[in-house]
């Protein structure tokens, strides 16, 4: 039985590949289909057998409309691939190629092939919803990365919850509780894709040149990135930092300075749905986390004493942080975590044991 896992974007922007691949006992029967969109080195899986890389520019900044050439060559290299090497069964990491190729996989792969929801992209488009509603009746099972975004799919008991947990992370769990916690100033993190400026202008303008605040930015500087690195020029702010891109092991090295993770955006956008990376670095290394009011993971850190939910938009906002951090009581938060990690482990167990019968 052959199986192919296809991903939309480079390996190491991935991570919840190894949900996946931590599952495989025979490599030879996996292989790896994935777009390398800016042709730099990436670093394949240990446990799979061949991978197929489409080679082609694209910056993710691009509006949808020059986003279609660049869909169409990877719809193009994909369907090759399928078409020669005649899989039993594929994964798809991402609601977007699972749409590109919908029509192939529903004739030729109908409960044959898992659906990874990453992520809420175009479902506000009727057909597109639509489309992706059939791919998940369809499949043999669709892992959704967060409970908010079930609004946009249909009711299916085929629907479970997977989790960005790296299970390397784990052999540091706790690790910020090794530092001690009274900190002047407050050092706050963000890592991952930096975008939505907006809000990080606010953020920046509110923090900017406060001594009791620290913010940090590490991540690939896009676009985005550059226009808040040019408005900390403009408005000669000397304490946001920007570190530029990092490898995933290289979080260890920045966790034991960081206080609070900045894990705020914009309200009514569908991040608010979203359950982000650094929720389950929060919750493994102990760090307490910082959420936009009303998002998902803005109530659940709120439900799990995991963090706290704030409005950057506040006259309160440097007050709310200030107030929340001297509040903690650390043994309590140490607990916390424990226990809201223990819920996610047995999610993610009973996912791979999903996986495990798929393959």
Known sequence: MKT?????????????????????ENSENVDLLYWDRDATTDIAPNNVNRVFKLDYKMSDDLPLVKKVKGFIKFRKFALGVLKKNHYDKIILLHSTPAILLSDYILKNYSGKFILDYR??????????????GQLVLNSFATFVSSEGFCEFLPESDKIYISHNLQR????????????????????????????????????????????????HYYGREQQQALELKSF????????????????????????????????LYEHGKTEGLAMGNKYYDGIVFGIPLMCSVESHMGNRVLTENTGFACNPYSESFKDDILNYYSSINWTDFE??????????????DNGNKIIKSFL
């Open 4 to 24: 192919l896992i296809i991903g939309f974007t480079k390996i190491k922007y991935m991570p919840y590949l190894s949900f996946y691949t931590d599952c495989v």
């Open 119 to 132: 992520d809420v992209t175009y479902e506000r488009i009727g057909l597109y919803k639509k489309r992706v």
């Open 168 to 215: 390397s992370s784990l052999a540091y769990k706790g690790a910020r509780a090794n530092t001690p916690r009274e900190q002047n100033p407050l050092r706050i993190s963000f890592w991952g894709l930096i975008r939505q400026v907006e809000i990080n202008k606010q953020i920046i303008s509110v923090l900017k040149n406060d001594n009791r605040f620290q913010l």
């Open 232 to 263: 900390c020029e403009s408005e000669k702010v000397d304490n946001v930092f920007f570190h530029g891109e990092y490898l995933p092991e290289e979080r260890f090295d920045f966790i034991p300075e960081t206080d609070i993770i900045h894990n």
């Open 335 to 348: 607990k916390a975590c424990e226990k809201a990690l223990e819920k996610v482990l047995e999610e993610y």
